[in-house]
Nanobody, 120 residues
Framework: QVQLVESGGGLVQAGGSLRLSCAAS????????MGWYRQAPGKQRELVAT???????NYADSVKGRITITRDNAKNTVYLQMNSLRPEDTAVYYC??????????????WGQGAQVTVSS
């Protein structure tokens, strides 16, 4: 089993910055993709950004140029640096990873969510 613990959410004014962190722990042999998704009130969960173990990244069009995803493979940690935040970025941000355990079983895991609120 893999646990994901997120930190770094909060309240910020429009134009401000926040950095989210997510650390994975548990019976991990390897982690392929790590990513961030978000869900605003009344909306479906949507992709924000993903990053592979080889540091290939993918971003939603709405965040390109403002948000950067990075990871530290040695620490099984993924980060989301969010700049030039807008009120429409307000959502609960969820960390996700696809991991393999020492017995070669693969699973998809989610964090508990971190609230990000951007005031206008």
């Amino acid at each position: 089993q893999v646990q994901l613990v997120e930190s770094g959410g909060g309240l910020v004014q429009a134009g401000g910055s926040l950095r989210l962190s997510c650390a994975a722990s548990g019976r991990i042999f390897s982690i392929n993709v790590m990513g961030w998704y978000r869900q605003a009130p009344g909306k479906q969960r949507e992709l924000v950004a993903t990053i592979t173990s080889g540091s290939s990244t993918n971003y939603a069009d709405s965040v390109k140029g403002r948000i950067t995803i990075t990871r530290d493979n040695a620490k099984n940690t993924v980060y989301l640096q969010m700049n030039s935040l807008r009120p429409e970025d307000t959502a609960v941000y969820y960390c996700n990873c696809n991991a393999r355990d020492p017995w070669n079983r693969q699973g998809d895991y989610w964090g508990q969510g971190a609230q990000v609120t951007v005031s206008s």
